[in-house]
C-alpha cells in the first residue's frame, strides 16, 4: 500500500526559512496535499500541487515536487510565531480517493 | 466557501453508553464523507468511508458494529460510538469530499474530542 513519510520535529528561529520534506511510495496520485493542524483543531488545507508541476508558490508557501525522487516539501519563508503547529503532507491513494496521511511534522517557532 | 462543521466539538461520557458526531458540510454537496481518529501527537487514521445514500466502507480492523456511520443526506453524516469505552477517548475527525476553486480535496471539520470515563 501507500507509505508517506515526514521527519517528525522541526525547530527554527522567527524569520527564517523553514523547510519540511515529505516522501511518498505511489506516484499516481494527481493532488499531493499540505494541511496545517494547530492544537486542539481539525485540519486546514493549507496548499497543494498538481502532480504534472514541479513548483507552486501561494505567498510565503512553496511547493516543489521531484517526481522522479517521489520527494514533497514545504518552504515558508519568513516563518512566524504562528506558523508554529503540525503539519502532514497526503497524498490520494487509488482505491476510493483516500487520502494518506504522513506522521506530521511538528513546526516549533522560537522568537 | 468548503466549511465542513462537527458537532459536537467535546464531549464526555460514562462507559457503556453510545455517543453520537455530526459531520456538515456548510456550503457544498458531499456526496463522499470520510471519519477518522487521532490518538495524541500521531497522525490520522482513516475509520471509515461514508458514501450518501450508501453503506459505509470501513477499513481493516475498524468494528461496523462499534462504529455506525450514517450518511443520510449529501451534507450530512454521523458517526455513533455505541457502547463506548476508555480505550475508545479520542479525537474524531470528519471529512467531505468536494471542489472548492477548482481544487479537488476533502476538507476537514474542526474535531470532536471524545472522553469516556
Known amino acids: 500500500g501507500e507509505d508517506v513519510e515526514q521527519s517528525l520535529f522541526l525547530s527554527v528561529r522567527e524569520g527564517d526559512s523553514s523547510v519540511i520534506n515529505c516522501t511518498y511510495t505511489?506516484?499516481?496520485?494527481?493532488?499531493l496535499y499540505w494541511y496545517k493542524q494547530e492544537p486542539g483543531a481539525g485540519l486546514q488545507l493549507l496548499t497543494y500541487i498538481f502532480s504534472n508541476m514541479d513548483m507552486k508558490q501561494d505567498q510565503r508557501l512553496t511547493v516543489l515536487l521531484n517526481k522522479k525522487d517521489k520527494h514533497l516539501s514545504l518552504r515558508i519563508a519568513d516563518t512566524q510565531t504562528g506558523d508554529s503547529a503540525i503539519y502532514f503532507c497526503?497524498?490520494?491513494?487509488?482505491?476510493?480517493?483516500?487520502?494518506?496521511f504522513g506522521q506530521g511534522t511538528e513546526l516549533s517557532v522560537k522568537p | 466557501g468548503a466549511v465542513v462543521s462537527q458537532h459536537p466539538s467535546w464531549v464526555i461520557c460514562k462507559s457503556g453508553t453510545s455517543v453520537k458526531i455530526e459531520c456538515r458540510s456548510l456550503?457544498?454537496?458531499?456526496?463522499?464523507m470520510f471519519w477518522y481518529r487521532q490518538f495524541p501527537k500521531q497522525s490520522l487514521m482513516l475509520m471509515a468511508t461514508s458514501n450518501e445514500g450508501s453503506k459505509a466502507t470501513y477499513e481493516q480492523g475498524v468494528e461496523k458494529d462499534k462504529f455506525l456511520i450514517n450518511h443520510a443526506s449529501l451534507t450530512l453524516s454521523t458517526l455513533t460510538v455505541t457502547s463506548a469505552h476508555p480505550e475508545d477517548s479520542s479525537f474524531y475527525i470528519c471529512?467531505?469530499?468536494?471542489?472548492?476553486?477548482?481544487?479537488?480535496?476533502?476538507?476537514f471539520g474542526p474535531g470532536t474530542r471524545l472522553t469516556v470515563l
Open positions: 471529512s467531505a469530499h468536494g471542489t472548492s476553486g477548482g481544487t479537488d480535496t476533502q476538507y
Open positions: 456550503d457544498f454537496q458531499a456526496t463522499t
Open positions: 497526503a497524498v490520494v491513494y487509488n482505491q476510493g480517493g483516500k487520502l494518506i
Open positions: 505511489d506516484s499516481s496520485s494527481t493532488y
